[in-house]
């Protein structure tokens, strides 16, 4: 029953008794909701019980429920449950997301704020906080060796942005992919970092624009045949312009080697998954489950927005937290990697880029307008082949002497060890040792080689 006020000789009925041995036994009585709901003062000393097969919230108000109030919170539906701050403050040393079967109790310390202690069905079960789990690389968008604010020119396909990810624009549709900080340590587990996906102000173009990360084969194979579940936070900026605020995700399979579906699409693709989730400007968590075929040799996860009219300044979505794991429903968020460190290594096997005032790598003059340097990886790359990206480099020799790099190209492949020509315009002296490095220590020089799919 809801928490009720008693009066000095006042007779209990039957019916009051009965509902208080079930407050004490049980929790309370429980009122079922298949759809977001604010909590009412009548819900203290209850059960609440969400049933929903999409994403819901329950949201927390001040001035409702008395210090040492309880509620509890269930979620028996697929859909992923957030315990929303509303007015009030809601503290938690765990999620506030809750997954299929995990329940929490929220307890008022003062009309204002609430403690939730959360048991979650994953924890119990051994199988939560697991690094490796979570077949996404660069998963929480903390890795962006090309830069925290990237630019796409529009009717631009296979830009890179954050490390593993590509955006795909169509006609006046320029955008910009930047690292923000998610500040929320409620409605999302302690992620540092997000992308934001942003139409660029008073742009028009409203075709789809598409955020894919391609998986390499020996990543993807261990998923054929599994029943698995993709799951993400996500938020809308503003001005976000796409109809009802439609974010689309998929997981997609195929059935080639090591090709990128961005660039050249997979052969024998298919929807593993493919769903439609509802932004607002709070963030949200994600999720629904697929099987993927026996076949399969790839993965792709993709998030397709299709905007509508002129953007504003605020047409963007932030996403995060991102997660392919093989289970029937979403567990705790994991990266892929335990750490930072190891997180940037997987990211550099298939690029990565030096910056800043450093010798980037030695060689020798061969002629008077070219050297040849040395360039060591700082990890085994996924191929020996690649494009050489740079910007603002010059060699220096023993004289002193300094020639701007007017080309940069390979002169012998590898995956550890690069042998690049470097040209410039004249003055070098044949034989003699140069190293390459950043033109008069400019923070904005930058090496690069690609190992991408």
């Keep these: 029953m809801a928490k009720q006020t008693f009066t000095t000789g006042q007779v209990l009925t039957a019916a009051q008794m009965t509902s208080l041995q079930q407050t004490s036994m049980g929790g309370g009585s429980t009122t079922a909701k298949t759809a977001s709901y604010v909590l009412v003062a009548a819900d203290a000393g209850t059960v609440v019980q969400m049933n929903a097969a999409g994403a819901t919230t329950i949201t927390v108000n001040t ?3 008395a210090a040492g109030d309880t509620v509890q919170i269930q979620n028996v539906g697929a859909g992923v449950l957030t315990v929303t701050a509303g007015t009030a403050t809601v503290s938690t040393s765990a999620t506030l997301a809750l997954n299929q079967y995990d329940a929490g109790t929220l307890y008022f310390n003062t009309t204002s704020a609430a403690f939730f202690f959360a048991v979650d069905a994953a924890d119990a079960s051994g199988s939560t906080n ?3 789990k979570n077949g996404v690389i660069n998963s929480a968008m903390n890795v962006w060796q090309r830069g925290t604010s990237v630019s796409v020119l529009a009717s631009t396909n296979s830009t890179y942005t954050a490390d593993r990810y590509i955006l795909n624009v169509g006609a006046n549709q320029a955008s ?3 690292r923000q900080t998610t500040s929320d340590t409620t409605n999302l587990p302690f992620i540092q970092y997000c992308a934001k996906v942003q139409r660029n102000l008073s742009q028009t173009g409203t075709g789809t624009m598409y955020l894919i990360s391609s998986w390499e084969s020996i990543n993807s194979i261990p998923f054929a045949g ?3 579940v993709i799951s993400f936070y996500a938020r809308s900026g503003a001005n976000y312009s796409p109809t009802s605020s439609a974010l689309t995700y998929k997981l997609v399979s195929g059935t080639g080697t ?7 699409g997979f052969t024998g693709a298919a929807n593993v998954v493919s769903q439609v ?4 400007t709070t963030w949200q968590r994600f999720s629904y489950s697929g099987t993927v075929g026996a076949t399969a040799t790839q993965l792709a996860t993709e998030f397709l927005s299709t905007p509508t009219g002129t953007a504003g300044a605020n047409d963007y979505y932030e996403v995060t937290g991102i997660q392919v794991e093989i289970a029937s429903t979403a567990t705790a968020y994991s990266p892929n990697t335990p750490t930072y460190a190891t997180e940037l290594v997987a990211c550099q096997r298939y690029y990565f880029r030096t910056t800043g ?6 060689g020798i003059f061969f002629s008077g307008t070219k050297a040849r340097v040395a360039l060591n990886c ?3 790359m996924r191929t020996d082949t690649g494009a050489i990206d740079f910007n603002n480099l010059w060699l220096a020799d023993g004289s002193a002497s300094t020639y701007n790099a007017t080309a940069v190209g390979y002169y012998y492949y590898g995956k550890q060890v690069k042998l690049l020509e470097v040209d410039v315009a004249s003055g070098g002296t044949a034989s003699r040792p140069v190293y390459l490095s950043a033109n008069a220590g400019s923070s904005a020089s930058y090496i690069g080689a690609t190992a991408e799919l």
């Design 130 to 132: 697991v690094a490796g």
């Design 378 to 380: 700082p990890v085994t």
């Design 176 to 178: 910009t992919v930047s």
């Design 226 to 228: 599994k029943t698995v």
């Design 277 to 280: 989730a509802t932004l607002t």
């Design 258 to 264: 090591d090709q990128n579906e961005s660039t050249t």
């Design 357 to 362: 005032g450093e010798v980037f790598a030695n």
């Design 63 to 65: 001035a409702l429920f």
